[in-house]
């Protein structure tokens, strides 16, 4: 299993930025994809999440009404779309695969928002 983010980078208050998840190495299309945020001195923790079947999501209070989790299952790509960032969202931003027992993480794409 193999995933790759990328997309992250320094925005000012209130901009929007698009993460993408490509993603290798098992059936893309059947399984939870998720997306996890560590923050400095913080533990990393669930955010958004896109079941396999119906593509139904979840958010947590936090970015709730300003993120958006999609996913393209032509590609295999995980998207997060991000608008009304707040310094709050300055975090590293991991996609995650729950497989055969093992959660699998990308390397991670650092999200910094700052004016």
């Known amino acids: 299993v193999h995933l790759v983010e990328s997309g992250g980078g320094l925005v000012q208050p209130g901009g929007s930025l698009r993460l993408s998840c490509t993603a290798s190495?098992?059936?893309?299309?059947?399984?939870?994809k998720n997306w996890y945020r560590q923050a400095p001195g913080k533990e990393r923790e669930l955010f958004a999440t896109?079941?396999?079947?119906?593509?139904?999501?979840y958010y947590a209070d936090s970015v709730k009404g300003r993120f958006a989790i999609s996913r393209s299952d032509f590609n295999n790509s995980l998207i997060l779309q991000m608008n009304s960032l707040k310094p709050e969202d300055t975090a590293v931003y991991y996609c995650?695969?729950?497989?055969?027992?093992?959660?699998?993480w990308g390397q991670g794409t650092p999200v910094t928002v700052s004016s």
């Open positions: 896109i079941s396999d079947s119906d593509g139904r999501t």
């Open positions: 995650n695969v729950y497989y055969r027992g093992r959660n699998f």
């Open positions: 190495g098992f059936p893309f299309s059947i399984y939870v």
